[in-house]
C-alpha cells in the first residue's frame, strides 16, 4: 500500500536545468569545451561533481581533483546568482494543489534530490513546510542511481521503501528509485525515460488517488 510520495526537485517542483546549463555554460566557454543545451540532459539528476566530469569529458579534457573543486565552486556561484532570484512564481503547473492533494489525503510527503542547494531553493518558493522530510545533496554521500538519497527520504517518513513512489524527471532518478524497489512516475516522455513506470506531462489537474490506483492495479500504466 502506498503511504509516501518522494519527490526530486530539480525538473520536477522547479525547472532550474536552465539554470545549471547557463552556469555550466559559463565555465564550458571559459575552458573553451563546446556544451551545448542538449549535452545538459546528460547532467540531470547526477551530482554537481559528477556534472563537471561528464563536461570534461565531452571536452576530451582532464583536471587534478583539486582544479575540478575550483570550477564546481565558481559554476555554483554562479548557479546562486540565478537562484537567488528565483520566487513562487517558478514553481510548476499544478505541484502546488498535488501536493496539497497528497496532504488532504493522509499521504507523507518528502523531498529527496541531489542538490546541494535544495534547501535554499525551497526557501525562495517558498515550499519547505509541506515537506515531511527533506533529503538533499547535503545529507547523501552516494549520487543517484545509488538509491541512497530515496531509502533515507522513506527512512525519515518511517516508512518502507515499497510503500514509497517517486516522481523524477531523469533517467539517474528513476533507476535509483527501482533500486530502492520504489515505483517512479517520469516527469517527461517515454522517448526520454524509458524506464519510468508511468509518465506525466506536468501535475495540473492530476488527482493523486486516481493516479496512485492506476499504478498500484496496473504498474505498466502508460501517461495519464
Ligand atoms: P547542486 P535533482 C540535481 O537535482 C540536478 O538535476 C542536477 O543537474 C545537479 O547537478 C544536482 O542536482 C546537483 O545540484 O549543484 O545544486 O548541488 O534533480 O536531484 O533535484
Ligand atoms: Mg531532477
Redesign the pocket.
Known amino acids: 500500500m502506498i503511504k509516501g510520495l518522494l519527490f526530486?526537485?530539480?525538473?520536477?517542483?522547479v525547472d532550474?536545468?536552465k539554470y545549471?546549463y547557463l552556469a555550466w555554460k559559463q565555465i564550458a566557454d571559459e575552458l573553451k569545451i563546446d556544451f551545448k543545451l542538449k549535452d545538459?540532459e546528460l547532467?540531470?539528476?547526477?551530482?554537481?561533481e559528477?556534472?563537471f566530469e561528464i563536461i570534461l569529458e565531452l571536452g576530451d579534457r582532464k583536471m587534478s581533483r583539486e582544479e575540478r573543486n575550483e570550477y564546481?565552486r565558481r559554476?555554483?556561484i554562479i548557479?546562486l546568482e540565478y537562484?537567488n532570484k528565483m520566487t513562487e512564481e517558478e514553481i510548476l503547473p499544478g505541484v502546488n494543489e498535488f501536493i496539497s492533494d497528497a496532504k488532504k489525503n493522509a499521504y507523507k510527503v518528502a523531498?529527496?534530490?541531489?542538490?546541494?542547494?535544495?534547501s535554499i531553493?525551497l526557501t525562495k518558493i517558498k515550499l519547505k513546510d509541506p515537506f515531511d522530510a527533506i533529503i538533499?545533496?547535503e545529507k547523501v554521500s552516494e549520487?543517484?542511481p545509488n538509491p541512497e538519497?530515496f531509502t533515507k527520504c522513506a527512512c525519515a517518513l518511517g516508512l518502507k521503501n515499497e510503500e514509497c513512489i517517486v516522481f523524477?524527471?531523469?533517467a539517474?532518478?528513476i533507476q535509483a528509485a527501482h533500486n530502492a524497489n520504489m515505483l517512479a512516475v517520469g516527469i517527461g516522455t517515454k522517448e526520454n525515460l524509458p524506464k519510468a513506470d508511468m509518465h506525466l506531462y506536468e501535475f495540473e489537474g492530476i488527482n493523486v488517488q486516481k493516479l496512485i490506483d492506476i499504478l498500484g492495479e496496473n504498474p505498466e500504466a502508460d501517461t495519464i
Do not use: F, M, P
Not at 526530486?8 to 517542483?13: E, N, S, Y
Not at 523531498?111 to 535544495?118: E, T
Open positions: 526530486d526537485l530539480d525538473g520536477v517542483i532550474t536545468a545549471h545538459n547532467l540531470k539528476g547526477v551530482s554537481r559528477r556534472s564546481c559554476k555554483n548557479y537562484i523531498l529527496g534530490s541531489a542538490s546541494k542547494n535544495a531553493i538533499d545533496g549520487a543517484k538519497v523524477e524527471d531523469s539517474a532518478g
